[in-house]
Every structure is written in C-alpha cells, then in structure tokens.
C-alpha cells in the first residue's frame, strides 16, 4: 500500500510564490507517476500538473501554465510543485496522486491515480 503526503501549504499574498512537497512510501518512488491536483469548494477536482516516472514528461492544466512548475526528485521519493504569481483563483486544497505505471507518460483523469494524500490548503488574498 502506498501511503502518500503533502505538505508546504499556507496563506499567501497574489503574486507571492510557495513550494509543495509530497512523499510517498511504501513503493519504489521511481515506478509511481504522480500527480497534482486542486479542488476549491463548489467545484470539481481537477489537475494541477503531473509529471512521469522519470520525469522527463508532464503536463499542466490550463489555468497555471507557465506559472507553476512540477519536478520529483526519485532519490528522496519526492514530488515538488512550484508555485508562483499565485492569484485568488489558485485558492483551493492540492492533492498529491499516485499510481503504478510502466510507461513514459501521466494522466490527466484524477480518475487513473490509486493512491491519495489527505491535502495540503493553499489560500491566496488579494
């Protein structure tokens, strides 16, 4: 069973930068893709980015790209989102995600990951 936490979260002023980490154990880090996603009351969950086992591919939703920034570091088992130029619209609980796969790439659907950590809150004033 992979157990998987997030963690960086807080309140922040739009324009201000923070950093979320998230680990997971009880597999081998380098076998998981990974996965960011948000979901602010009253909406549905959805991606922030995900990053492959290597992470050499990822993708990003819409709303933050060219803002926010994934990269995981196999070694220390972690995975790492980047956040900057934050704005209220960025105001919701991050999810960090994971699941097995054997290929090079990530998923988009939340419905694809296995294994989920309880949340870290993220709230931007303006």
């Known amino acids: 069973q992979v157990q998987v936490a997030e963690s960086g979260g807080g309140f922040v002023q739009a324009g201000e930068s923070l950093r979320l980490s998230c680990t997971a154990s009880?597999?081998?880090?380098?076998?998981?893709?990974m996965g960011w996603f948000r979901q602010a009351p009253g909406k549905e969950r959805e991606l922030v980015s995900c990053v492959s086992r290597s992470g050499s591919n990822s993708l990003y939703g819409e709303s933050v790209e060219g803002r926010f920034s994934i990269s995981r570091d196999n070694a220390k088992s972690t995975l790492y989102l980047q956040m900057n130029s934050l704005v209220p619209e960025d105001t919701a609980m991050y999810y960090c995600a994971a699941v097995k796969t054997l290929g090079p790439w990530c998923y988009k659907s939340s419905y694809e990951y296995d294994y989920w950590g309880q949340g870290t809150q993220v709230t931007v004033s303006s």
């Open positions: 009880g597999m081998t880090f380098d076998d998981l893709t």
